[in-house]
């Protein structure tokens, strides 16, 4: 059943996908965090995958390392979902280990954001989604934990003095 969130974008042709929650999971005794997203697709075409740019945040909002890229350090992750999604088709796909913590010094990882995606469609074409209009497809677009804690971190409301909230 859907939602009046999923609704509304499956109105909206400026809404190719919709994201009804999404975060990190709790780090787990390896020390290694994962990302759960649950999404919806919103357009009339068939998506073959979809590739999501996250951000990682410890609890003094610093941006956690992500990964090298060209032979330089990134602080996004590239997530791959590559299953088929006819329109109007959900999922809730998990990456189980996105992040590990190398050091018990390290602090852990508390949110992650969303920061773009990329969409390949079975037609051949490709749609990228930059921040800005992806945060007008999520329901939510803070930098979140699958707990429902919620941060602003990583967002453009991010602040110095960013609270924990609870849902």
């Known amino acids: 059943m859907r939602n009046q969130f999923e609704l509304a974008a499956e109105a909206d042709p400026q809404k190719l996908i919709a994201i009804t929650h999404y975060g990190t999971t709790a780090t787990n005794?390896?020390?290694e965090t994962g990302f759960r997203i649950y999404l919806r697709?919103?357009?009339?075409r068939e998506i073959?995958?979809?590739t999501f740019h996250v951000s990682a945040y410890d609890?003094?909002?610093d941006l956690?390392?992500?990964s090298q890229q060209g032979g330089e350090k990134?602080?996004?992750k590239a997530l791959l979902f590559s299953r088929t999604l006819k329109p109007g088709g959900g999922a809730h796909p998990l990456w189980p280990s996105v992040?590990?913590?190398k050091t018990t010094e390290q602090l852990p990882i508390v949110c992650a954001v969303i920061d773009s995606a990329e969409i390949a469609y079975t037609d051949g074409t490709r749609a990228a989604i930059p921040k800005q209009a992806l945060d007008t497809m999520t329901y939510n677009p803070k930098c979140?934990?699958?707990d429902g804690d919620e941060f602003d971190f990583g967002t453009s409301k991010t602040s110095q003095t960013s609270q924990l909230t609870h849902s």
């Open 59 to 61: 609890q003094q909002g």
């Open 41 to 44: 697709n919103s357009s009339p």
């Open 99 to 101: 992040w590990t913590q």
């Open 64 to 66: 956690v390392e992500g």
């Open 48 to 50: 073959q995958s979809m």
């Open 144 to 146: 979140l934990s699958l």
């Open 74 to 76: 990134s602080d996004l």
């Open 29 to 31: 005794s390896v020390g």
